[in-house]
């Protein structure tokens, strides 16, 4: 009986006697393990910003980041716990990442015009979207964590930790890339999902050659994979460009889209009240729109009729300031336009004669105002912020002053329009007093600024923005698009956020006509 107790004691050891041996960490197969991990979150991080961006156009940058990143730890973390046996292999999970960003400009076209006009459709469209890339790749990244992580971990922690790991590193490289990637041009989400669909196949030739190392077979794998490599033509697809967003109903297309310096710039066309109208967005701020009529009965609407903001309207009424000084000038008068839009007050300067100089600091801005709402040509465009171009214009202004006053007086602006509001915010280091100072500079004595502030015009914001004017002006005049009955001295308004416009001016300000 005792030898029988011993025989079974022994056994056990005399079968693994000559275990296999465990990888090490420093073998060549954890070297590529990893590799092949730093892989798979790098395709991660260029698809949830490619997956971002391809929203843009429809719901806005703040829209679409705004539950992004609760979406994604979730995400991460239901990959970590996905059973071993429903798991892709490595290389088989980066063959369908591959036809996938192939095929994901118009996917995500056809998720956008699905989801857009319902309940969050934002969320419903990362889940459908951009989801299944991260949910994949973050169930793959458990078999190559597997490979090189040392064991006495239990299930639960290691999987929740790996979860956490991957959603940490996905999230810090997604902002390192919105921070790093120069956005626009040919840095778009259609190019973006190229890129990944021609680098995916690099990967699953790395875990092909790891393979073949772990079993001594390197020349046939290794060559098997790179035979692999060459005849994967499916990021071919990517090439085919998405078609203007259009939904469901027809009730909304974008016609035109660039990433800009504040943010995704669209142009496109909705109908309100059953009538057509052309807008100009930059990320969820309206920077303008003009109503849609058609040539003749019947007809596609093409014709402008009129802005969608009387405030614009309001910017040119600058011009119509009594300036008994300027009656005899026979010279025209010089104009300044911080913040384009749509170009609605630009535009009517130019037509009216006066020379007409704009600073915008969107390109994409200028660029669609004249392709897509008729601006003409000013005499002179500067794509820049209007801070540094101010402060510049202020210096060389004080100089030639001293050197030339003749000159520098026919340099001044006899109006300049003030309307810079994108992102849901306004540029508060446009607003500061060393800012007005520097632009009342560039004005003649008798010159008028007109600012457009949208917001409560009772707000301690608004009454700091008008403290720091006539800090800077002698004379200020507000005027609100829909009401004419109130004077600055009463700032007790309804609740309700509307246009506010300021004329002001170092001299007396007399504007005959009632503001509507």
């Known amino acids: 009986m005792a030898d029988a107790q ?70 991460c973390l239901l990959a970590s716990f996905i059973p071993k046996r429903m798991r892709l292999d490595s290389r088989t999970g980066f063959a369908f990442m591959s036809l996938w960003f192939a095929a994901s400009p118009e996917i995500m076209y056809c998720v956008g015009v699905h989801t857009s006009g319902r309940l969050n459709p934002p969320i419903a469209a990362h889940i459908l979207g951009g989801s ?22 239990s299930p639960f922690p290691a999987r929740f930790g790996s979860g956490m790991f991957s959603w940490v590193v996905i999230a810090r490289a997604d902002r390192v890339l919105w921070d790093n990637l120069p956005l626009g041009g040919v840095v778009n989400y259609c190019n973006m999902y190229l890129l990944l669909g021609l680098i995916t196949p690099f990967p699953a030739a790395l875990l092909a050659m790891q393979h073949a190392l772990s079993r001594k077979k390197r020349e046939r794998h ?11 033509p499916t990021f071919v697809l990517a090439l085919t460009p998405a078609t203007p ?68 309207y309001l910017q040119e009424a600058a011009r119509l300031v009594n300036r008994p000084l300027e009656s005899i000038r026979t010279t025209p008068h010089r104009v300044l336009t911080i913040g384009l839009g749509i170009g609605v007050a630009a535009k009517a300067f130019i037509e009216h004669g006066m020379q007409t100089t704009i600073v915008e600091i969107g390109p994409a801005v200028y660029r669609f105002a004249r392709k897509h709402f008729e601006l003409p040509k000013p005499n002179e465009v500067y ?104 004077k600055l001295e009463d700032l007790k308004l309804p609740n309700e956020p509307k246009g506010d416009h300021l004329h002001l001016s170092p001299g007396p300000i007399d504007i005959p006509f009632a503001c509507r």
């Open 132 to 153: 299944l890339v991260t949910m994949l790749g973050a169930s793959m990244l458990q078999n190559v964590l597997s490979r090189v992580s040392p064991s006495g971990f």
């Open 383 to 486: 794509l820049e912020d209007a801070r540094s171009w101010v402060r510049q214009q202020a210096s060389a202004m004080r100089s030639l002053r001293t050197s030339n006053p003749g000159q520098a007086d026919a340099q001044l602006f006899d109006y300049v329009v003030h309307d810079c509001f994108s992102g849901g915010v306004v540029p508060h280091h446009l607003y500061t007093l060393e800012f007005w100072e520097d632009l009342k500079t560039l004005m003649r004595p008798s010159g008028v600024l007109r600012v457009n502030y949208g917001g409560h015009l009772d707000s301690p914001a608004a009454r700091g923005i008008i403290v720091t004017l006539l800090a800077a002006f002698g004379e200020c005049k507000v005027y609100h698009d829909s009401d004419t009955s109130r």
């Open 245 to 312: 967003y259009t939904t469901l109903n027809g009730t909304l297309q974008i016609l035109d889209k660039s990433f800009s310096v504040t943010g995704m710039i669209l142009v496109g066309e909705k109908d309100i009240n059953g009538v057509r109208t052309r807008f100009l967005r930059c990320d969820h701020s309206l920077l303008g729109g003009m109503w849609l009529l058609p040539e003749r009965e019947g007809d596609p609407p093409t014709i402008f009729f009129r802005s969608i903001y009387t405030a614009f």
């Open 6 to 75: 011993e025989r079974r004691n022994v056994r056990p050891l005399e079968r693994n006697e000559n275990p296999p041996p465990r990888t090490s960490s420093t073998s060549p197969s954890s070297v590529t393990a990893l590799l092949a991990g730093f892989f798979v979150l790098s395709i991660i991080s260029f698809s949830d910003v490619a997956s971002q961006l391809s929203l843009h156009p429809l719901f806005g940058s703040a829209a679409t980041a705004r539950h992004f990143p609760t979406i994604s730890l979730v995400i």
């Open 222 to 232: 290794a060559g098997r994979s790179i035979r692999r490599l060459r005849m994967n």
